[in-house]
């Protein structure tokens, strides 16, 4: 019920503070632990020895209603940006409906 899940579009970069960042992986899971109340992200990347290093994230539930409210954010950021492109959609095809009907008013007025 609770399994690991794959997030196939979330990309792990590691970095120093004057080193350019690197794509390590892609692999990254998300699975909820009942037994500690959180949210665990697991993945891997390189180690500098040439092994890996495993990595866990442990989201702790206090830290739920601060997550929550950024994925609101971003929801709301992409709602406001569909409606833009919505009204440019909406208006551009007004045009064209328009210079239609001019187009076709000057054929039967030719004719």
């Known amino acids: 019920m609770f399994d690991e ?3 196939e579009n979330t990309v792990v970069y590691r970095g120093g503070h004057y080193v350019r960042k690197k794509r390590e992986t892609k692999h990254c899971t998300i699975k909820f632990n009942k ?3 959180s949210i665990d992200l697991n993945f891997h990347i390189a180690s500098k020895g040439g092994g890996t290093t495993y990595v866990l994230l442990k ?4 830290d739920f209603p601060t997550i929550l409210d950024k994925v609101g954010e971003a929801i ?3 709602k406001n940006q569909m409606n833009e492109i919505k009204e440019e959609k909406t208006a551009l095809i007004k ?3 328009k ?4 187009n076709l008013s000057n054929k039967t007025s030719v004719s």
């Open 5 to 7: 899940t794959l997030l």
């Open 35 to 37: 037994k500690t109340n």
């Open 59 to 62: 989201i702790n539930e206090e």
């Open 76 to 78: 709301a950021l992409k």
């Open 95 to 97: 045009s064209q409906l």
């Open 99 to 102: 210079q239609r009907l001019k």
